[in-house]
């Protein structure tokens, strides 16, 4: 009987390796292929990870979604901004095209640190590029974490980072095919409709995946979306047969081909254990993430059915193994920041001469603004603050007339989510007769023409990590001229 753990990538708790390390093991054992890595300090991981593969008769794979680099899922790594804004680092205030090398060069060197940092961490493989075109500004899950809303853009971003990646042993896998930008839906939810026709997809959403065949990418992920111009049956492309045969016969893809977590509600009507039947019986390499491994083969155990898995043993004899030396993580820390300032973008302009009264409305559980309020208290000694957790309302608050009024938005495109809530877009619609400046810690999208009164000045930091606040709080203390840090 075929062995059916070897085409599964299960959840692997970073936080939990040591007390879980047994379980783990038994996976291993049994034949897994590898694992998706969540959470976890890196001394730890790097340490338990190395212990796995020694179990295992194969490389495993070790895989995780790093698109903003190791500190997105391992403390002690580096955090990197989301791909837009280094599109837009590397983009400057310039056109696009032509892109000099030394535009490009910081990019490349954050991809080269983002893969050392992998590889040393024990990480073979990274869920990313995003090759995704935001073409839907009211896009729930992608937004910022596309290199931008036009081909040319994810294409060029996507391909130097697949290069980058590749060429320091680490497997790249471009996301999510046929692509994921012109949708209003999370997968991780509910399943969306891509309702454009081929004609249309080949002159947009296919362009950077083919792109990416050419730099002969190692890994493709699918999406689970419906796309009646692959499969008219309305059945998710990652578990279509036809979907498969496309992106193999048309296409011309021979790498390893991957499903999106099958944990997700884009799966649709169908259990975990059958759609998982259906993925491998179309094609596909590898079923990643689902709920429960054990009951996936049990249920494929169960129909005894045969499927191929010699491309991925190809595949896992192919992969690193990690290395042992340790990457320059303070120089890296320092190209992120650098990045991080380099990818603002202010519309307008302002001056600030009068007191600083700055209103943080937060969309997200945790409480976020804080780092934007230190800092700018180290420098503006006229400054009141209020935070407004979601669910409170600004209305209630009195803001005084005489004041030159911030308005910092935080609202982070994360999974589950759903996009920026009904709450948000009213506190924004309410306060923006009133606000000199808007700041958007996120999701650029959240400000559209037709949202904002005309000439309203925006400052995009397209992320909220406190190296994003910092640098726009640079920004602000520019603007007074001055004038606050003397009174």
């Known amino acids: 009987m075929q062995n059916y753990y070897r085409f599964i990538v299960p959840r692997l708790n970073g ?10 093991r038994s996976l291993v054992e049994k034949g897994v292929a590898g694992f998706i890595v969540f959470g976890g300090e890196l001394k730890t991981l790097r340490r338990y990870l190395a212990l796995l593969r020694e179990e295992s008769e194969l490389p495993l794979i070790i895989a995780s979604d790093l ?9 002690g790594g580096t955090l990197f901004p989301a791909a837009m804004a280094m599109a837009s680092a590397a983009k400057g205030s310039a056109a696009l095209f032509p892109l000099r ?51 040319e853009t994810v294409s060029l971003f996507g391909c130097e980072m697949i290069r980058t990646f590749q060429s320091r042993g680490i497997a790249a896998c471009g996301k999510h095919f046929p692509g994921h930008g012109d949708t209003g839906v999370d997968s991780h939810i509910r399943l969306p409709v891509v309702g454009k026709s081929l004609s249309s ?29 692959l499969d008219g049956s309305g059945i998710p492309v990652s578990l279509s047969e036809k979907a498969v045969r496309f992106l193999r016969k048309t296409m011309k893809y021979d790498g390893i081909v991957v499903t999106d977590a099958m944990n997700m509600g884009g799966i649709g009507m169908f259990s975990e254990e059958r759609a998982a039947f259906m993925s491998l019986d179309a094609g596909v390499d590898i ?5 429960d491994p054990e009951k996936i083969v049990s249920y494929l155990e169960e129909r005894g059915a045969a499927f191929d898995e010699e491309r991925l043993r190809r595949f896992r004899g192919e992969l690193g193994r990690g290395s042992g030396i340790a990457p320059n993580f303070e120089a890296h820390r320092k190209l992120s920041d650098t990045l991080t300032e380099k990818a603002m973008r202010l519309t307008g302009d302002f001056r600030i001469r009068k007191e600083l009264f700055l209103i943080i409305l937060n969309d997200d559980e945790q409480r976020k603004g804080i780092a934007l309020a230190r800092s700018l208290r180290q420098n503006v000694s006229a400054l009141k603050t209020r935070i407004i957790m979601k669910g409170a309302d600004i209305r209630k608050i009195k803001i005084p007339d005489s004041s030159f009024v911030m308005c910092a938005v935080f609202s982070e495109t994360k999974a589950w989510k759903g996009g920026a809530s009904n709450w948000l877009h009213e506190q924004i619609a309410y306060v923006k007769g009133r606000a000199n400046l808007f700041v958007s810690f996120g999701s650029p999208y959240l400000f559209g023409p037709a949202g904002m009164e005309p000439g309203a000045v925006i ?6 990590s406190d190296s994003a606040q910092k640098a726009a709080a640079k920004i602000i203390e520019k603007k007074t ?7």
Request: with cysteine; aromatic share 10%; glycine share 6%.
């Open 481 to 487: 001229a001055g004038f606050l840090k003397r009174n």
């Open 459 to 464: 400052l995009y930091a397209y992320g909220d």
């Open 287 to 291: 079923l990643l993430h689902p709920t």
């Open 101 to 151: 090398e030394r535009e490009l060069k910081l990019f490349r060197n954050a991809c080269r640190a983002v893969a050392d940092e992998a590889y040393y961490a024990g990480i073979n493989t990274v869920f990313a590029p995003v090759l995704d075109i935001n073409t839907n500004p009211k896009n729930p899950i992608i937004s910022v974490r596309a290199f931008g809303e036009d081909p």
């Open 67 to 75: 698109e903003r680099g190791l500190g997105q899922q391992v403390k």
């Open 15 to 24: 936080a939990e390796i040591r007390k879980k390390f047994s379980y783990y």
């Open 201 to 229: 997809l080949k002159k947009c959403e296919l362009r950077p995946f083919r792109r990416a065949i050419e730099e002969n990418v190692k890994m493709i992920m699918l999406g689970h979306l419906s796309v009646p111009a």
